[in-house]
Nanobody
């Protein structure tokens, strides 16, 4: 199985930036994509961004396009989520995911990290 560990969350003022990291380990090459989701209290888990390993093709949610960007480190064992111009509505637990396909549907991702809290103050 793939093991995922997120880091980089914290408290930031509105308009600020954070970079989240997801370290992937235990991969056998069976996964082709990694992604980020977020979940606020009382809300459904929401797609943020995804990236494919081989092509490096990126996808992002319309509401976050232009502010958030996903990328993979050169070693291809770390995926980043760069978050700029953060707003209070971005406050959520952010989860890293891995799977066979880049999809917006969280139920279709088999591997998940435990999440990292992002809090944006006014």
């Amino acid at each position: 199985q793939v093991q995922l560990a997120e880091s980089g969350g914290g408290l930031v003022q509105a308009g600020g930036s954070l970079r989240l990291s997801c370290l992937a380990s235990g991969r056998t090459g069976g996964t082709k994509a990694m992604g980020w989701f977020r979940q606020a209290p009382g809300k459904e888990r929401e797609f943020v961004a995804a990236i494919t390993w081989n092509e490096g093709k990126t996808y992002s949610a319309d509401s976050m396009k232009g502010r958030f960007s996903i990328s993979i480190a050169n070693a291809k064992n770390i995926v980043y989520l760069q978050m700029n111009s953060l707003q209070p509505e971005d406050t959520a637990i952010y989860y890293c995911a891995a799977g066979l396909v880049a999809t917006m549907t969280h139920n279709e991702w088999p591997y998940w990290g435990q999440g990292t809290q992002v809090t944006v103050s006014s």
